[in-house]
């Protein structure tokens, strides 16, 4: 199910005096368990948030550009602004819910190795 995520340490090689904390985080930046966690962030986060904009955008311009459309009735008094105003609360929802699985599937165990590599590395290094 994940990726196998490079050890940290492996690039790092012996911290000890002369090192302070700051440099083993600008060192874990550098990594390349970090690069691809943060890769797998933006895999996800880029296209959604611009899928997610545009839906919201074409919401808000089909409101004030075509009202009739807006307003032709689908079910009694029900319109299509109000499904396509409920379809925005549904899809915050869906996106919320792909979030959180694509977090827990393809990046928290990466990322929570990569924290405690972090932590590791920092116990004993001079501040």
């Known amino acids: 199910m ?3 995520v490079p050890d940290v340490r492996g690039d ?5 005096a002369g090192h302070s904390v700051a440099d083993v985080y600008l060192e ?3 990594s390349a368990a970090f690069q691809e966690v943060r890769g797998r962030y ?3 986060v880029v296209p959604a948030s611009v899928g997610f904009l545009g839906w919201y955008l074409l919401y808000v311009v089909a409101a004030t550009v075509a009202p009739g459309l807006m307003a032709r009735p689908v079910a009694g008094a029900v319109n ?3 499904v396509a105003g409920l379809g925005q609360f549904l899809s915050t929802f869906l996106l919320t819910w792909a979030y959180a699985r694509h977090a827990r599937l393809r990046r928290d165990r990466a ?3 990569l924290r405690w590599d972090t932590q590791e590395m920092t ?3 001079g501040a």
């Open 28 to 30: 874990v930046q550098r």
């Open 12 to 16: 790092m090689g012996a911290w000890g």
């Open 123 to 125: 116990r004993g290094v």
């Open 42 to 44: 933006r895999r996800f």
């Open 2 to 4: 994940f990726r196998d």
């Open 111 to 113: 990322a929570l190795e």
């Open 80 to 82: 299509v602004a109000m």
